[in-house]
C-alpha cells in the first residue's frame, strides 16, 4: 500500500491550492481516505475524508465550506481542493487510507496506511 502526496506549496491568504493523493497497491474503491494535517507542536487533524464505496464524504469544522475532498477511481487519485485558505490552514498535510471505512469519522486512530506529507504554507 502506498499513498503519495503532492500540490502543496506557498499560497497567500484568500488563495487556493490543490493536494492529490495517489495511492496504490489495493482496491481503491474498497477504501475510504482521509487527509489530515499536523501544525508543528499540535496533534495531527483530521480535516476531510471519503468513503470511496458510497462516495460519504466528512469535513472537519474548520474546513467545511472552504475544502472539497473529491475521488478518482480511474486515475486512483483523491483531490482536495482548498479555497479561501487561511494562516491557520498552515501545516503538513497528509493522506490516509483505511479498508472499507473509518472507525470513527475523521479519527487518526481509524487509519492504518499514511503517506509521507506535503506542506502547505500560507502567508498574511
Known amino acids: 500500500v502506498q499513498l503519495v502526496e503532492s500540490g502543496g506549496g506557498l499560497v497567500q491568504a484568500g488563495g487556493s491550492l490543490r493536494l492529490s493523493c495517489a495511492v496504490s497497491?489495493?482496491?481503491?474503491?474498497?477504501?475510504?481516505i482521509g487527509w489530515f494535517r499536523q501544525v508543528p507542536g499540535k496533534e495531527l487533524e483530521g480535516i476531510a475524508e471519503i468513503v470511496n464505496r458510497d462516495g460519504i464524504t466528512n469535513y472537519a469544522d474548520a474546513v467545511r465550506g472552504r475544502f472539497t475532498i473529491s475521488s478518482d477511481s480511474v486515475q486512483n487519485t483523491v483531490t482536495l481542493q482548498m479555497n479561501d485558505l487561511k494562516s491557520e490552514d498552515t501545516a503538513v498535510y497528509y493522506c490516509?487510507?483505511?479498508?472499507?471505512?473509518?472507525?470513527?469519522?475523521?479519527?487518526?486512530?481509524?487509519?492504518?496506511?499514511w503517506g509521507r506529507g506535503t506542506q502547505v504554507t500560507v502567508s498574511l
Open positions: 497497491g489495493f482496491h481503491f474503491e474498497e477504501f475510504a
Open positions: 490516509a487510507a483505511e479498508k472499507l471505512w473509518p472507525d470513527h469519522p475523521l479519527s487518526v486512530d481509524s487509519y492504518d496506511y
